[in-house]
């Protein structure tokens, strides 16, 4: 079918927001060409790819059943954000994988082996021969082996590592998205950039994906 | 005095600004005099620089086309 011509009108939020409101066909088309993207990668960070896209359908029908209600104490964005982690974070319960906050008072996995008891490195970062994010990624491999890695992640974690360093959101509108603290997310950010950097130094080592 | 332990484990505060002047101080100052978490610290840095530039897996300069435009409206519409 041949898609309406969107009029400039709705890049006015405000007139957006009437025009969902309204249910307009457009306004749906217009928001949809918007939004989709980021509503798909954030369902994506916290879900998987899998089930990402029926995520965000079913986003899509809670914002129009809920946009008269819309009380426009944020952007309409990040509101449309807030209901995907939602949709997100309830389908995951249903799926009965975690979504607390794991154990966040205890230390970090990845890095605790890696002090003797005086808080000294006992086992110290190995130097890496690249210096640049371009040469790190000239390997197909790392690259593969580094989305491999986030993907693993515990669903909080790659959820802010996604959103902070792959969608460029700041610390305090991951914690709205995710309504986690902001101790606790950059805890959460902290864990999932150690998981990457031992990643990282693995590959350096051995020319070898490690993802345990 | 912090350790090495302290150093990596507040490095995430200190690249997000989160940390009081006091505590930078110290923090940059243990990096004057400590090769192995300057490493770590330079390498996390660069850790994180590389995630930013990791693909998307979708392209959100083509992404979403008519086509997903359309499959979406459409399926809210039978839903609804």
């Known amino acids: ?212 | 005095m912090l350790t090495c332990k302290d150093i990596s484990e507040t490095a995430t505060d200190h690249l997000e600004g989160k940390t009081s002047f006091a505590s930078r101080l110290s923090f940059y100052l243990h990096l004057l005099y400590c090769k192995y978490c300057r490493r770590y610290y330079r390498q996390m840095k660069l850790t994180i620089r590389t995630i930013q530039k990791l693909p998307e897996a979708k392209d959100s300069e083509e992404f979403p086309d008519d086509a997903e435009i359309d499959r979406v409206f459409e399926k809210l519409r039978e839903q609804s």
């Open chain 1, 1 to 212: 079918m041949n898609s309406p011509t969107i009029p400039n009108e709705y890049t006015s939020e405000d007139n957006l927001i009437a025009g969902l409101i309204r249910q307009d066909e457009a306004a749906f088309r217009f928001a949809i060409k918007q939004y989709q993207g980021p509503m798909f990668a954030l369902a994506q960070g916290i879900v998987g790819m899998k089930i990402a896209d029926e995520v965000v359908q079913e986003a899509w029908f809670s914002v129009m059943k809920s946009i008269a209600k819309f009380q426009r104490r944020s952007t309409l964005k990040s509101w449309i954000l807030t209901i995907v982690a939602n949709e997100a974070k309830t389908r995951l319960r249903k799926e009965k994988r975690e979504v607390s906050l794991e154990a966040l008072s205890s230390d970090d996995p990845d890095m605790q082996s890696r002090f003797d008891d005086s808080g000294h490195w006992g086992q110290p970062p190995s130097d890496w021969q690249a210096d640049a994010p371009e040469a790190l990624l000239s390997t197909d491999q790392l690259k593969s082996c580094l989305d491999r890695t986030i993907s693993l992640l515990p669903a909080l974690q790659g959820a802010t590592l996604n959103l902070k360093e792959r969608q460029g959101y700041s610390l305090n509108q991951v914690c709205n998205i995710l309504d986690v603290s902001e101790s606790n997310v950059r805890v959460l950010l902290h864990r999932a950039r150690n998981r990457l950097y031992k990643v990282i130094e693995h590959f350096q080592e051995t020319g070898e994906c490690c993802t345990e």
